[in-house]
Each structure stands twice: as structure tokens, then as C-alpha cells.
Nanobody
Framework: QVQLVESGGGLVQAGGSLRLSCIYSGRASFSTYAMGWFRQAPGKERDIVAAIIWSGSSTRYADSVKGRFTISRDNAKNTVYLQMNSLKPEDTAVYYC?????????????????WGQGTQVTVSS
């Protein structure tokens, strides 16, 4: 049984920063999984924000967050992070972390097997 628990969301002014964390628990080693952060704004589809390979040596970002967000992981702590800087009102969404065994440009939402419950991020203008 895999469990993912996100934290770190909240209300922040435009231009501010937040760091999201997602703690993994499960029988398999955390380093077995590639990890992704997704977000879903009201009335919109859930979109990928960033992904990181099992070792942490490769990362991918949505164009909308490149240069502002950084995904990282600490396999010793079973945790993946999303550092979000220069936040904009359009970053407002529920943010989810997800775990899967695939990594790459063709990996979509459906290929992530496990999901957290989400954490709300609200950016005020």
C-alpha cells in the first residue's frame, strides 16, 4: 500500500514563495518511483507541473513554471519537494504529488499509479 501525503500549501501574495512537500510510505523503496507534481485549478483539467526521475538526476517542467519552480527529492527522507518562487495568481490550484514507474516526455497523468490527497495553493494579486 502506497501513501503520499502533501503539505506546505497556503495563501501567498503574488511574487511570494512556497515549498510543497510530499512524503512517501509504502513497501517498495521510494527510489523505485519517478515522482510528479500536478495541479488542478477550478474548472480546469489536472496538468503536470514537474517530474523527477528515480535518482533525482533528471527533471522536467511545464513551460508555464520553468525558471520559477524547482522539483527535488531526498530519497533518504522519502520526500519530494516543489519549491515555487515568483508565484502568480494563475498558479492558484490544488497541487497533487504522484508516484509512477515511468519517466519522460510521453508520460502522462494516467501513467502515475499513486496519488496524494492534494494541497491548496492560493496566490493573491
Amino acid at each position: 500500500q502506497v501513501q503520499l501525503v502533501e503539505s506546505g500549501g497556503g495563501l501567498v501574495q503574488a511574487g511570494g514563495s512556497l515549498r510543497l512537500s510530499c512524503i512517501y510510505s509504502g513497501r517498495a523503496s521510494f527510489s523505485t518511483y519517478a515522482m510528479g507534481w500536478f495541479r488542478q485549478a477550478p474548472g480546469k483539467e489536472r496538468d503536470i507541473v514537474a517530474a523527477i526521475i528515480w535518482s533525482g538526476s533528471s527533471t522536467r517542467y511545464a513551460d508555464s513554471v520553468k525558471g520559477r519552480f524547482t522539483i527535488s527529492r531526498d530519497n533518504a527522507k522519502n520526500t519530494v519537494y516543489l519549491q515555487m518562487n515568483s508565484l502568480k495568481p494563475e498558479d492558484t490550484a490544488v497541487y497533487y504529488c504522484a508516484a509512477g514507474i515511468y519517466y519522460g516526455s510521453s508520460v502522462g497523468e494516467s501513467q502515475y499509479a499513486y496519488w496524494g490527497q492534494g494541497t491548496q495553493v492560493t496566490v493573491s494579486s
